[in-house]
C-alpha cells in the first residue's frame, strides 16, 4: 500500500509562495495518478489540480490558474505543488491524494472528484494573512 507524505505548508504574507511536496512509497510511482485537494474550515474538501503517471497530463481549478503549478518527479517519486501570488482565500489544509485507477479512468470530471481517489496524505496547513 502506497503512503503520501505532505510537507512544505506553513504561514506566508498575501502574494507569497509556498512549494508543498508529496512524497510517496510502495508501489510504482509513475503509474500512479496524484491530486491535490484543500479543505478550509466549515467547508467541504475541493480540488485543486492533478497530475497523470507521467506527468502528461493536468488540470488546475479556475481560481489558481495561472498561480498554481503542479509537477512530478517519478525518479524521486514526488509530487509538487508550486503556490504563487496566495491569497488569504487560499488558506487551508492541503491534501494529496492518490488515484483510484482500479475503479476509474484518470479523466475529467473523475479526477476533480475526491471519491475518485482511494489514498490520503495526512495534509499540511497552509495559512496566509492580509
Known amino acids: 500500500q502506497v503512503q503520501l507524505v505532505e510537507s512544505g505548508g506553513g504561514l506566508v504574507q498575501a502574494g507569497g509562495s509556498l512549494r508543498l511536496s508529496c512524497a510517496a512509497s510502495?508501489?510504482?510511482?509513475?503509474?500512479?495518478?496524484i491530486g491535490w485537494f484543500r479543505q478550509a474550515p466549515g467547508k467541504e474538501r475541493e480540488f485543486v489540480a492533478s497530475?497523470?503517471?507521467?506527468?502528461?497530463?493536468?488540470d488546475y481549478v479556475d481560481f489558481v490558474k495561472g498561480r498554481f503549478t503542479i509537477s512530478r518527479d517519478n525518479a524521486k517519486n514526488m509530487v509538487s505543488l508550486q503556490m504563487n501570488s496566495l491569497k488569504p482565500e487560499d488558506t487551508a489544509v492541503y491534501y494529496c491524494?492518490?488515484?483510484?485507477?482500479?475503479?476509474?479512468?484518470?479523466?475529467?470530471?473523475?479526477?476533480?472528484?475526491?471519491?475518485?481517489?482511494?489514498?490520503w496524505g495526512q495534509g499540511t496547513q497552509v495559512s496566509v494573512s492580509s
Open positions: 497530475i497523470s503517471g507521467n506527468g502528461g497530463l493536468t
Open positions: 491524494a492518490g488515484y483510484n485507477t482500479g475503479h476509474y479512468s484518470f479523466r475529467p470530471p473523475y479526477w476533480r472528484r475526491p471519491q475518485s481517489y482511494d489514498n
Open positions: 510502495g508501489r510504482t510511482f509513475s503509474s500512479y495518478p
